[in-house]
Nanobody, 121 residues
């Protein structure tokens, strides 16, 4: 049973930074791409960032490009999302996901429970 556990969310002022972590169980972490998605109240889940199994390819939503960085440590079965220059519109529940490299939620088969990020103005 694959488990993904996010951590690192919280309350931060606009312009601040947070680093999210997602720890995965199991021995197949390094075989799969990982993604971060977010969902704000009343809105659909949206793509934030993705990283290939090796870390050699990354992709970002236009709204976070240049501010967020996705990375992974296969030895630790962990994927990270470094978020800088945070804006109030980044407020959402952030989810990590494991699956195929892509920007659609349908590319991913396993999901974490989510971690809340709140950015105050």
């Amino acid at each position: 049973q694959v488990q993904l556990v996010e951590s690192g969310g919280g309350l931060v002022q606009a312009g601040g930074s947070l680093r999210l972590s997602c720890a995965a169980s199991g021995r197949t972490f390094s075989y799969y791409a990982m993604g971060w998605f977010r969902q704000a109240p009343g809105k659909e889940r949206e793509f934030v960032a993705a990283i290939s199994w090796s870390g050699g390819s990354t992709a970002y939503a236009d709204s976070v490009k240049g501010r967020f960085t996705i990375s992974r440590d296969n030895a630790k079965n962990t994927v990270y999302l470094q978020m800088n220059s945070l804006k109030p519109e980044d407020t959402a529940v952030y989810y990590c996901a494991k699956g195929s490299y892509g920007s659609s939620p349908y590319d991913y088969h396993y999901w974490g429970q989510g971690t809340q990020v709140t950015v105050s103005s």
